[in-house]
């Protein structure tokens, strides 16, 4: 697990998350949300670009596995592994570790990883979709599943943060 953060370390990724996930014209999607708040945090160049993740949210275009809240931090946390360490191997091994130990606790924490277990709707049949928006399910259940996936990987912007964290890998 990541070294628990203070209340601004936690207030500042739950700010960054819900700024661009309820923005109101709906422009970032969960898994763009994620990828987004991390690439900023980690200082990457062109971190606004959201086009990696177009495709991921609602578990993979709307298919319903894996919540994209966990794909976006995925990918923001792969690139952040591959700046940090040289070694491309390495570096994947890293990442797949610490996304190993933030899906065991996002389904500790919500009982499941598929979008479709956390939402309880088809999001690709278009009325189950527009059921779903309209009931506003995803203003609470997955923007709190947002700031989950983005939250716990935050602290990894801190090189010191980082390396601690890395230590106790298996490697």
Not at 15 to 23: A, P
Not at 58 to 66: H, K, Q
Request: hydrophobic fraction near 40%; include cysteine; charged fraction near 25%.
């Amino acid at each position: 697990m990541i070294p628990e953060s203070g209340d601004r370390i936690r207030d500042s990724a739950v700010e960054s998350v819900r700024g661009l996930f309820l923005r109101t014209d709906n422009y970032y999607g969960c898994a763009e949300a994620a990828l987004v708040a991390l690439q900023e945090r980690y200082g990457f160049e062109n971190a606004s670009d959201s086009s990696p993740a177009m495709a991921l949210n609602g578990g993979i275009a709307y298919s319903g596995g894996t919540c994209g809240a966990i794909l976006g931090a995925a990918m923001a946390v792969g690139r952040l592994a591959e700046e940090r360490i040289c070694d491309h191997g390495e570096a994947k091994s890293v990442a797949r570790q610490l996304l190993q130990r933030l899906m065991a606790d996002f389904e500790t924490q919500f009982g499941a990883q598929n979008c479709s277990d956390l939402i309880d709707y088809d999001i690709a049949k278009p009325s189950e979709h527009a059921a779903f928006i309209e009931s506003g399910t995803w203003r609470e259940t997955c923007m709190s599943q947002i700031e989950f996936s983005a939250g716990w990987l935050w602290r990894l912007a801190d090189v010191d943060v980082w390396d601690e964290v890395v230590e106790t890998l298996d490697r």
